[in-house]
């Protein structure tokens, strides 16, 4: 899958609240209903979310998993590994957090920051995320082999709509908590994440788990197109 992030149209947009605030309501309605259809399938579901700094990942997960059975859903936001996890083969620690039958687990960040961050601030080696490639294909094969539905999104906006959600964050007293020294570090890299990105694209989209990338400068899209990649991909798994 060759995609360059330079190239996806950001532009695209509601020009009405009201529009986008009811079409997001029968899209929850509809993964409500698929959520029941999961837990008596046996199935898995997982959601990956990717994606640059600011970029609306925890916007599309709140509204994703807000009108869900929250005994049914497990969100976990990825960061550094802890010691224990450390001590492990790297993908141990997403093995731990795999979903049983007829739950649905979705990662803010996830396996794929061997191939993105660490690659490019150089935490794993170059033998270490060259082999990863293999290594992740691998993982996930064995997942949807077991009947796991994998979903996998890559969100990205512009650099300057980045900069201008960083600026309203450190304005906003509480939205301080969502930037810090990091974030500015890894705007500093934009090209060089954005190689890394694209590359994984290319070696890790598969049949049986392809990626979505998504390009929208607009919240409100975003959050809409990927509920819709959603229904469209449950509503072939599900109604087999």
Do not use: C
């Not at 898995?44 to 929250?70: Q, S």
């Not at 996830?110 to 601030?121: P, Q």
């Not at 906006?157 to 201008?164: C, G, T, V």
């Amino acid at each position: 899958m060759k995609i360059r992030l330079d190239d996806l149209p950001l532009d695209k947009k509601y020009d009405s609240k009201g529009v986008y605030v009811e079409e997001l309501a029968d899209l929850q309605l509809e993964l409500l209903h698929y959520q029941r259809i999961l837990k008596e399938s046996k199935r898995t579901l997982i959601f990956v979310f990717e994606g640059p700094d600011a970029a609306g990942k925890g916007g599309v997960i709140k509204r994703l998993a807000e009108k869900l059975d929250p005994r049914q859903v497990r969100v976990y936001s990825i960061i550094k590994p802890t010691p224990e996890e450390m001590n492990h083969p790297y993908l141990w620690r997403f093995w731990t957090k795999i979903p049983q039958s007829g739950e649905i687990a979705v990662f803010d960040r996830s396996w794929y920051g061997r191939l993105m961050v660490e690659r490019v601030e150089k935490f794993a080696t170059e033998d270490e995320w060259s082999r990863a490639y293999d290594e992740i294909n691998n993982f996930e094969k064995y997942l949807t082999d077991n009947g796991a539905i994998l979903m996998k999104f890559y969100l990205h906006i512009s650099k300057d709509e980045q900069l201008r959600r960083f600026r309203s964050r450190e304005a906003d007293p509480y939205k301080h908590w969502k930037i810090n020294d990091e974030d500015w570090r890894n705007r500093r890299k934009w090209n060089v994440h954005n190689q890394a990105s694209e590359d994984a694209f290319a070696k890790t989209s598969t049949q049986w788990a392809p990626w979505e990338v998504l390009g929208s400068n607009y919240k409100w899209w975003m959050r809409v197109a990927v509920m819709r990649k959603i229904i469209k991909r449950l509503d072939k798994e599900l109604k087999k």
